[in-house]
């Protein structure tokens, strides 16, 4: 008894992230489980069955590491960190997935992402499985030496699963280009030589590649005109609403603003923008770079978050965090398409009321995969030391999200014939990706 006691103790003493943090991360882990759950019974209505063992082996993670590690600030006092790396599936090829930097990063938020990251490389066919890490931290509360630090010690704690042919992780909220630089860096001096195989999103000089900052948000953009032409709207007259104005929110509305579409408003944690006549977006993205927030900018009207998740327009795009959208506003979005920037900005009772109202929603899989997939572009260039164009980048990625794009709709229509209400493109494409991998995992066999 006396050493069961000791061994919860200590590891609610190690490892404690806030009641909040912990609540937010089983909400994604349990939506992530509802939509498998949904995909799964679907796909069995509609003559394709997942066996209950197989059904098991894809809702688990293959494996989980939690890392608690020590980092020396510039103060001289040392602190501790928890950081995590999860592999949800293999069985398509190496793992790949984000690296978060977020204070409420928890084991079961990245268990969530890692799963997603799944079904989002097997919807777009590029031969990968699902990954994710993070640590739970504030970057912005670091100085760039600490973060360094940090970064070299999460790299080194999280190395043994980290590898060019086995698990490739990327940036995701609060990392960048910078940061995998450091990881690249860190790995290829325990091996003793150069590895740029092993984290994509470097900067260019290391063998990055082109056009992967733009990726996700211009990814985003490519499936939008696909969903606008298909919803009769004219991209020139179609106005659009972005939540966060990372990575992906920036790109997304310069994208969109290339592509002559109105960005009426923008936002970032600290608030956000509204201009009818549409945002100047080369000059918002200034603005950022100077002050680090779109506050401020005096060519638009102050507006909340959550008035902006409620603007009338045709696109709203939420490219922030997970559960932004529920059961509670769900029902006030007036966005004639939705398209997720964010991996599972959307909760389950949201995707319900939302398939209700005839809302087109883009699913986050399909959505926001032109990162992983110019992810992918950086590693096969990496691997094989030939880089391509700008040009080439693009025009493949736009291949790849124009097909799955269609493969979805026609998924879709196929799976309406056996029971899935109309519009639920979500289901449709996981049902796509997760039969891909049953597919995979039955081919290969189980081992022994
Ligand atoms: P980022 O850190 O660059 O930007 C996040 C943005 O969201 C910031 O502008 C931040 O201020 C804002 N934000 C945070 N909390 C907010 C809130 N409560 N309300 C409004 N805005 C808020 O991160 P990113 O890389 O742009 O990632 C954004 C989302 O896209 C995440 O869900 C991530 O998993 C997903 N994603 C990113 C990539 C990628 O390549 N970076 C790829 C696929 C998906």
Partial sequence: ??????????????????????????????????????????????????????????????????????????????????????????????????????????????????????????LVNIPYGGAKGGVAVDPAQLSPRELERLTRRYATEISLLMHPGGDVPAPDVGTNPQIMAWIMDTYSMHTGFTQPA????????????????????????????????????????????????????????????????????VSDVQGGLYNPKGLDIPKLMDHVRQRRTVVGFPEGEPISNAELLTLKVDVLIPAALENQITAENAPFIQARILAEGANGPTTPEADE????????????????????????????????????????????????????????????????????????????AQALAIWRVAQATLIRGIYP
């Avoid at 499936?223 to 990372?246: C, H, S, W, Y």
């Fill in 1 to 122: 008894m006396a050493v069961e006691r000791s061994v919860e103790v200590s590891y609610s003493a190690f490892y404690s992230p806030s009641p909040e943090a912990i609540r937010k991360g089983l909400q994604a882990w349990h939506a992530a489980l509802a939509q498998f759950d949904k995909a799964a019974h679907i796909l069995e209505a509609s003559g394709h069955p997942l066996k209950r063992g197989l059904i098991e082996f894809l809702r688990r993670p293959k494996r989980e590491l939690i890392v608690n590690f020590p980092v020396q600030m510039d103060d001289g006092s040392i602190r501790m960190f928890t950081g995590y790396r999860v592999h949800h599936n293999a069985v398509r090829g190496p793992t790949k997935g984000g690296i978060r930097y977020h204070p409420d990063v928890t084991l079961e938020e990245v268990r969530a992402l890692a799963m997603w990251m799944t079904w989002k490389c097997a």
């Fill in 198 to 265: 092993v984290v994509t999103g470097k900067p260019l000089e290391i063998g990055g590649t082109m056009g992967r900052v733009e990726a996700t948000g211009r990814g985003v953009m490519m499936v939008v005109a696909e969903a606008l032409k298909v919803n009769r709207i004219p991209i020139e007259q179609a106005t659009i609403a972005i939540q966060g104005f990372g990575n992906v929110g920036s790109y997304a509305a310069l994208t969109a603003h290339q592509m002559g579409a109105r960005v009426v408003a």
């Fill in 353 to 428: 009321i939302l398939i209700e109202k005839g809302v087109f929603l883009i699913p986050d899989i399909l959505c926001n995969a032109g990162g992983v997939i110019v992810s992918y572009f950086e590693w096969v260039q990496d691997l094989q030391s030939f880089f391509w164009t700008e040009e080439e980048i693009n025009s493949r990625m736009e291949r790849i999200l124009k097909r799955a794009f269609y493969e979805v709709l026609a998924k879709e229509e196929e799976l309406r014939r056996h029971g899935l209400k109309a519009g639920d493109y979500r289901t449709a």
